[in-house]
């Protein structure tokens, strides 16, 4: 079974400081895993895409996450926030051989503040 | 290009009765994956379709029964409404084997 663990279901940050979003795996293949965004009343959107090629992993809008098998870990980053930033954020881990069927993380909310 | 389309976007069921909703795939994907988003959590995957056969189905009971067209097009049936059935309910397309879910904006479902 997979599963992903992410560590705070509230992140708040001031508008120009670093975002910092914790996401573990549990996989006992190698795994592939993701960054989804989700402003409210809509739909995911993927950020970025872990699939066994490079380890660090740069996405839309400034976001970046770095794979790091010795700490089964995958957190998403952003340099500097921006207003535009505040929603939902979910990982998500699944496998080649599982046709991609995600196992995702119960979520973080970033809220931005001015 | 058409992205993920869904309907309807919001309805409401009282215990008991049954749902259907509905679900057109991006231009060129084969593939469809349904997910339930209760209030609060992540998304669960509920059942795929590839091919208009069912390709792999998560932990939800049999009165969750779903269809895939020659189209590529989906629906989601739920049988017997529960309480517990009120989420979000997402639909995504993909090509087999791309590796990127295109997802719908959802159906939100209220059952009361």
């Known amino acids: 079974a997979q599963s992903v663990t992410q560590l705070g279901s509230h992140v708040s940050v001031s508008e120009g400081a670093l975002v910092l979003l914790r996401c573990n795996y549990s996989s006992s293949v190698p795994p592939y895993l993701f960054w989804y965004v989700q402003y409210p009343n809509q739909g995911l959107q993927l950020l970025l895409k872990?699939?066994?090629?490079?380890?660090l992993v740069k996405g839309i809008n400034g976001f970046e996450a770095e794979f790091k098998k010795s700490e089964t870990s995958f957190h998403l980053t952003k340099p500097s926030a921006h207003m535009s930033d505040a929603a939902e954020y979910f990982c998500?881990?699944?496998?080649?051989?599982?046709?991609?069927?995600?196992?995702f993380g119960a979520g973080t909310t970033v809220t931005v503040r001015a | 290009e058409t992205g993920v389309t869904q309907s309807p976007t919001h309805l409401i069921k009282t215990r008991g009765q049954q749902v259907t909703l509905r679900c057109s795939s991006q231009?060129?994907?084969?593939?469809v994956s349904w997910y339930q988003q209760a209030l609060g959590q992540g998304p669960q995957f509920i059942f795929q379709?590839?091919?208009?056969?069912?390709?792999g189905r998560g932990n939800f009971p049999p009165r969750f029964s779903g269809l895939q067209f020659p189209n590529y097009s989906s629906e989601l049936n739920v049988n017997a409404l529960e309480l517990d059935d009120s989420a979000l309910y997402l639909c995504a397309s993909s090509s087999q084997g791309d590796g990127e879910l295109f997802f719908g904006e959802g159906s939100r479902l209220t059952v009361l």
């Open positions: 379709y590839y091919r208009e056969e069912e390709n």
């Open positions: 998500a881990v699944t496998s080649p051989g599982n046709d991609y069927k995600l196992s």
């Open positions: 872990y699939t066994s090629a490079a380890t």
């Open positions: 231009s060129g994907h084969n593939t």
